[in-house]
């Protein structure tokens, strides 16, 4: 790789860097590269399922309509006003 190839990847990665990192860059690339086409040649192939714990969620039998308990659980809120639950303001200044 040259410095032209890696001002090149630097401006398409839309990241600014000065010569002392083109340098660094200059010597590290080709390492990377070779390390990508080795796990390349690996091959393998991409599965979806990741073992026994693949989509565990279980189906709603029998779901419920839609805010049919929200007037229960509002009125067992304690800071309860015109449908909204109150809490404290907190604002940190760190």
Do not use: C, W
Not at 14 to 27: C, G, S, V, Y
Not at 54 to 81: C, Q, V, W
């Amino acid at each position: 790789m040259t410095d032209v190839d890696i001002a090149k990847l630097a401006q398409l990665a839309r990241i600014a860097i000065d010569t002392e990192e083109q340098k660094e860059l200059e010597r590290d690339i080709p390492a990377i590269l070779a390390f990508v086409e080795q796990i390349q040649a690996a091959g393998g192939e991409v599965t979806k399922e990741t073992g026994d714990h693949y989509n565990i969620f279980r189906e709603d039998g029998e779901p419920h309509a839609p805010g049919a308990y929200t007037d229960e659980m509002l009125a067992s809120m304690p800071n309860e006003k015109d449908g909204y639950l109150r809490v404290r303001k907190i604002i940190s200044q760190d």
